[in-house]
């Protein structure tokens, strides 16, 4: 039905700055709320950033508040994460996500969630 795909992780220096891309195929990628989640080794999987289907809110983990940046462009079934002022506490494997019930909303909560990619792995070394 979906399909997700993350790409752009790699290691960076404390500081840096990286960029995330989903790209969806499948379903027309307009008719979804997305999000952004991330999981640490022996951490539970945590909210990063969330956008509604029109691209017109936003909403943002505690910790990546100011630092990153969620958006998506439509025409190109893309949704990205801007990442700056990387920090050695935001190594993980980030998940992009899918919520087609309720796309005129942000979801801080993974259960809400339909339809996640793979991951791909951010490394942040000090």
């Known amino acids: 039905q979906v399909q997700l795909l993350e790409s752009g992780g790699g290691l960076v220096q404390a500081g840096g700055s990286l960029s995330l891309s989903c790209a969806s195929s499948?379903?027309?990628?307009?008719?979804?709320?997305m999000g952004w989640f991330r999981q640490a080794p022996g951490k539970e999987r945590e909210f990063v950033a969330a956008?509604?289907?029109?691209?017109?809110?936003?909403i943002y983990g505690d910790s990546v508040k100011g630092r990153f940046t969620i958006a998506r462009d439509n025409a190109k079934n893309t949704v990205s994460l801007q990442m700056n002022s990387l920090k050695p506490e935001d190594t993980a494997v980030y998940y992009c996500?899918?919520?087609?019930?309720?796309?005129?909303?942000?979801?801080?909560?993974?259960?809400?969630?339909?339809?996640w990619g793979q991951g791909t792995q951010v490394t942040v070394s000090s």
């Open positions: 996500a899918a919520d087609e019930h309720t796309p005129w909303l942000t979801s801080a909560i993974d259960y809400e969630y339909d339809y």
């Open positions: 956008i509604t289907w029109s691209g017109g809110s936003t």
């Open positions: 499948g379903r027309s990628f307009s008719n979804f709320a």
